[in-house]
């Protein structure tokens, strides 16, 4: 799965890693597009004259291990 992001960085940050503003799921994205760049401009203007740049990065998530986080724990147990 893609993690769609947009990072910004602000004037106090310039020398620092950027912030990341938004981030929504590629399945989501491609349901509501548009959601997604009301959603960048809503993040960006949020920040005012403050924010110098920003840019959209696409992060790899592998969907199994996802998954497997929500998965029930199996824990072995006796009973006494």
Same mark, same amino acid.
């Given at each position: 799965?893609?993690? %769609?992001?947009?990072? #910004?960085?602000?004037?106090?940050?310039?020398? @620092?890693? /950027?912030?990341?503003? %938004?981030?929504?799921?590629?399945? @989501?994205?491609?349901?509501? /597009?548009?959601?997604?760049?009301?959603?960048?401009?809503?993040?960006?203007?949020?920040? #005012? #004259?403050?924010? %110098?740049?920003?840019?959209?990065?696409?992060?790899?998530?592998?969907?199994?291990?996802?998954?497997?986080?929500?998965? /029930?724990?199996?824990?072995? #147990?006796?009973? @006494?």
């Amino acid at each position: 799965m893609k993690i %769609v992001c947009l990072f #910004g960085r602000t004037r106090c940050e310039e020398n @620092t890693a /950027p912030e990341l503003l %938004v981030a929504w799921d590629e399945y @989501t994205l491609d349901c509501n /597009p548009e959601g997604f760049e009301a959603d960048c401009e809503k993040a960006k203007k949020s920040y #005012g #004259g403050d924010l %110098v740049a920003s840019r959209i990065v696409e992060i790899e998530v592998d969907e199994e291990e996802l998954s497997a986080l929500f998965a /029930p724990a199996n824990l072995k #147990g006796k009973i @006494t």
